[in-house]
């Protein structure tokens, strides 16, 4: 009877110490939950991945970015900024046949924001660019993307990098995607870091 009932006593004991042994939630930072809420209005995922640690991103007069992080060694940075088109493809489709009140091709816009980030970059200096692959599109669910890759001034607000990848792309009707990947050495490590991100970022099928 006193062996019963000390088992019947660990039995409803047992729940009670597995529960001070559960992991507290991990606390998420304002900046990556606004980020969450805009990527989620633009159809885009976003994992945090391993190896990285979240940075303050840039918000100035040079440059506003929604999210950013780097590596561990300080050797590989990225700044990203999402943006619906949602809203804007609605507004093209019922002023496109309005001659008064025509707008551009929302799915063409990020052709000027990666240009524009570039060329801030690069203080308007000339800088190499591609046309994104399409298997490399596949990989982001994306419909259309384009590279640039930059030589950058030794200055403060790029904290000294000396090199930036910027790829601009979008789904149609759907999102913008932007982000800028910094490193001071053109190395296979750092395109390795490059074509890590579609692990952990891209649009919804």
Same mark, same amino acid.
């Given at each position: 009877?006193?062996?019963?009932? !000390?088992?019947? =006593?660990?039995?409803? $004991?047992?729940?009670?110490?597995?529960?001070? +042994?559960?992991? %507290?939630?991990?606390?998420?930072?304002?900046?990556r939950r606004e980020f969450l809420r805009l990527a989620t209005d633009a159809n885009v995922v976003f994992n945090f991945p391993s190896g990285f640690r979240e940075i303050l991103p840039p918000n100035d007069d040079y440059f506003s970015f929604d999210y950013a992080m780097e590596t561990s060694g300080h050797q590989f940075e990225i700044w990203f900024k999402v943006s619906s088109q949602k /809203?804007?493809?609605? /507004?093209?489709?019922?002023?496109? /046949?309005?001659? @008064?009140?025509?707008?551009?091709?929302?799915?063409? !816009?990020?052709?000027? &924001? @990666?240009? %524009?980030?570039?060329?801030?970059? =690069?203080?308007?200096?000339?800088?190499?660019?591609?046309?994104?692959?399409?298997? $490399?599109?596949?990989?982001? /669910?994306?419909? =259309? @993307?384009?590279?640039?890759?930059?030589?950058?001034?030794?200055?403060?607000?790029?904290?000294?990098? &000396?090199?930036?990848?910027?790829?601009? #792309?979008?789904?149609? +009707? #759907? @999102?913008?995607?932007?982000? $800028?990947?910094?490193?001071?050495? &053109?190395?296979?490590?750092?395109?390795?870091?490059?074509?890590?991100?579609? +692990?952990?970022?891209?649009? &919804?099928?």
């Open positions: 009877m006193v062996l019963l009932v !000390g088992i019947t =006593a660990l039995s409803q $004991v047992k729940p009670k110490v597995a529960a001070l +042994h559960q992991e %507290a939630p991990k606390l998420i930072s304002p900046y /809203n804007d493809w609605k /507004n093209y489709l019922t002023m496109r /046949n309005d001659p @008064g009140r025509q707008l551009p091709n929302p799915d063409t !816009g990020y052709l000027a &924001k @990666g240009r %524009a980030i570039a060329k801030t970059l =690069a203080d308007d200096t000339v800088s190499v660019t591609r046309t994104i692959d399409q298997e $490399v599109l596949k990989r982001y /669910n994306a419909s =259309a @993307g384009k590279s640039y890759l930059v030589d950058m001034p030794y200055r403060a607000a790029t904290k000294h990098y &000396k090199y930036a990848l910027v790829l601009a #792309i979008e789904k149609d +009707h #759907i @999102g913008t995607v932007l982000m $800028v990947c910094f490193t001071d050495e &053109k190395s296979p490590e750092f395109f390795r870091n490059v074509n890590r991100i579609s +692990h952990y970022l891209k649009f &919804k099928s």
